[in-house]
């Protein structure tokens, strides 16, 4: 399928008035959005779309944007990081999961002994470390890494009470991390992307999947599952982290004015926005899956507790692979769990 490249057009008139003359110069850029989400999906509707309109006129309308969802330009999921890297498209918004390996820093992040359960926390302690992340972003340029509320378990049948009841399920998992997780609970882990989960649990290829409350609703989760599992106050067995990104070229073909709208609309002035918009969805989902006759389980404390050592053993997991590849991970992982639990107050 042939790849929808980013356009470039430029005009430029003079014009003559009382024999005084003055050049004027009006650019166009139009800039493709590519996700593999469905275009009623809370990442088009409640982050990519109005951060899309709002640059647009911010900008004047020198700047328009045209939005691929569902994976509509070509690829496969774990493809749109390399879309973006290498200008196939002009932003994505994907999981760094889904390219392994990439993001070695960012990843502290996703452990669940670090994200609690609250993205707006979590998306403010980010934005606070992205110069310790920065080198896992030096070839595009980020407009916004964040997280979602966080991983609940969502079984098609049966429940989970216990630590000790994960044993022998197959879970999809959405990240590497996840997977560690759910390898330390004794569970199975099945990696997909999310948009293959609906088809894996129809199927019975899997038993359960790892996704928040606000991805099941797009993907009909509630007509597929029974049961839905979450820890103690609403945390979660970990999270993933996304990243909303722009091709370096794109973003350096912008002049400087239109470079600081772009700008003024990343980082920090989005993250609490949308940390707390996917906050606020979780509810929606809850109830979703409430009205279509299903459980929904937070354990009590002492059965979260049981988590503890399984997800502490991830964590040092991930902090004996990141030093071995020279990246102070004691050290990250600490000052992570310093600044959510700073912005959590």
């Given at each position: 399928?042939?790849?929808?490249?980013?356009?470039?057009?430029?005009?430029?008139?003079?014009?003559?008035?009382?024999?005084?003359?003055?050049?004027?110069?009006?650019?166009?850029?139009?800039?493709?959005?590519?996700?593999?989400?469905?275009?009623?999906?809370?990442?088009?509707?409640?982050?990519?779309?109005?951060?899309?309109?709002?640059?647009?006129?911010?900008?004047?309308?020198?700047?328009?944007?045209?939005?691929?969802?569902?994976?509509?330009?070509?690829?496969?999921?774990?493809?749109?990081?390399?879309?973006?890297?290498?200008?196939?498209?002009?932003?994505?918004?994907?999981?760094?999961?889904?390219?392994?390996?990439?993001?070695?820093?960012?990843?502290?992040?996703?452990?669940?002994?670090?994200?609690?359960?609250?993205?707006?926390?979590?998306?403010?302690?980010?934005?606070?470390?992205?110069?310790?992340?920065?080198?896992?972003f030096t070839s595009?340029?980020?407009?916004?890494?964040?997280?979602?509320?966080?991983?609940?378990?969502?079984?098609?049948?049966?429940?989970?009470?216990?630590?000790?009841?994960?044993?022998?399920?197959?879970?999809?998992?959405?990240s590497r991390t996840?997977?560690?997780?759910?390898?330390?609970?004794?569970?199975?882990?099945?990696?997909?992307?999310?948009?293959?989960?609906?088809?894996?649990?129809?199927?019975?290829?899997?038993?359960?999947?790892?996704?928040?409350?606000?991805?099941?609703?797009?993907?009909?989760?509630?007509?597929?599952?029974?049961?839905?599992?979450?820890?103690?106050?609403?945390?979660?067995?970990?999270?993933?982290?996304?990243?909303?990104?722009?091709?370096?070229?794109?973003?350096?073909?912008?002049?400087?004015?239109?470079?600081?709208?772009?700008?003024?609309?990343?980082?920090?002035?989005?993250?609490?926005?949308?940390?707390?918009?996917?906050?606020?969805?979780?509810?929606?989902?809850?109830?979703?899956?409430?009205?279509?006759?299903n459980t929904v389980?937070?354990?009590?404390?002492?059965?979260?507790?049981?988590?503890?050592?399984?997800?502490?053993?991830?964590?040092?997991?991930?902090?004996?692979?990141?030093?071995?590849?020279?990246?102070?991970?004691?050290?990250?992982?600490?000052?992570?769990?310093?600044?959510?639990?700073?912005?959590?107050?």
């Open positions: 399928m042939k790849f929808l490249k980013r356009s470039l057009t430029c005009t430029a008139a003079a014009l003559t008035l009382f024999g005084m003359s003055a050049a004027a110069h009006a650019q166009e850029f139009t800039f493709s959005i590519h996700h593999f989400l469905s275009p009623k999906a809370p990442a088009q509707k409640v982050l990519i779309a109005p951060w899309a309109a709002a640059v647009e006129e911010a900008s004047g309308g020198r700047i328009k944007f045209e939005i691929f969802p569902a994976m509509s330009l070509g690829g496969k999921p774990p493809e749109l990081y390399g879309q973006v890297r290498d200008g196939v498209a002009d932003l994505v918004w994907t999981l760094p999961g889904y390219t392994p390996g990439t993001f070695p820093r960012t990843e502290v992040f996703e452990l669940p002994n670090v994200h609690k359960g609250d993205a707006r926390a979590t998306n403010l302690a980010i934005q606070g470390m992205m110069g310790d992340l920065a080198p896992d595009v340029h980020p407009i916004l890494v964040h997280v979602h509320a966080g991983n609940a378990l969502h079984l098609a049948n049966g429940n989970v009470a216990s630590a000790a009841d994960f044993k022998g399920l197959k879970v999809r998992s959405p996840g997977a560690w997780v759910l390898e330390a609970l004794g569970a199975e882990p099945v990696g997909m992307p999310v948009p293959a989960l609906p088809q894996a649990l129809s199927k019975k290829t899997v038993d359960a999947g790892l996704v928040p409350f606000e991805v099941a609703i797009p993907l009909g989760l509630s007509e597929l599952t029974s049961a839905s599992v979450q820890l103690a106050d609403g945390a979660r067995f970990g999270t993933s982290t996304f990243l909303f990104a722009m091709n370096n070229d794109s973003y350096n073909s912008l002049p400087d004015d239109l470079k600081k709208v772009i700008d003024d609309h990343s980082g920090l002035a989005l993250a609490e926005k949308i940390g707390t918009a996917w906050n606020n969805i979780e509810p929606i989902g809850i109830k979703k899956a409430l009205d279509a006759g389980t937070s354990l009590s404390e002492e059965a979260s507790a049981e988590f503890d050592a399984s997800f502490e053993n991830v964590a040092q997991r991930w902090v004996l692979e990141v030093t071995d590849a020279g990246i102070d991970g004691t050290a990250l992982l600490a000052k992570a769990r310093a600044a959510v639990t700073e912005n959590s107050k």
